[in-house]
């Protein structure tokens, strides 16, 4: 079955950068339907962005809009969420998911339609 390896997370300043990578193995990702989610402690996980591999089509939650930018390539078989200008509030364990539901510009991709997902990767934004 699909495996999804999540990378790149880690501790960085207010207003610092990091990239998350999603590297899938065992089968392509052209079909499916990608959703990065995170969970901060005492707080349930909510969906962040996704694309549609098949369309390219991408989705943000308002909190993120204009700082993250989910992305793909293709040969590498690998998403990525780049994250810029992060907050305290973007702390969290941040996941990939892949699924066949649908994302699009005004449906983003949810948890009930996530059918893998990986082991998570833990982001702080602390000075």
């Known amino acids: 079955q699909l495996q999804l390896v999540e990378s790149g997370g880690g501790l960085v300043q207010p207003g610092g950068s990091l990239r998350l990578s999603c590297a899938a193995s065992k089968f392509t990702l052209d079909y499916y339907t990608i959703g990065w989610f995170r969970q901060a402690p005492g707080k349930e996980r909510e969906g962040v962005s996704c694309?549609?591999?098949?369309?390219?089509?991408?989705n943000y939650v308002d909190s993120v809009k204009g700082r993250f930018t989910i992305s793909r390539d293709n040969a590498k078989n690998t998403v990525y969420l780049q994250m810029n200008s992060l907050k305290p509030d973007d702390t969290a364990v941040y996941y990939c998911?892949?699924?066949?539901?649908?994302?699009?510009?005004?449906?983003?991709?949810?948890?009930?339609?996530?059918?893998?997902w990986g082991q998570g990767t833990q982001v702080t934004v602390s000075s």
């Open positions: 694309i549609s591999l098949s369309s390219g089509t991408t």
């Open positions: 998911a892949a699924g066949f539901g649908v994302c699009t510009r005004a449906t983003p991709f949810t948890l009930e339609e996530a059918d893998y």
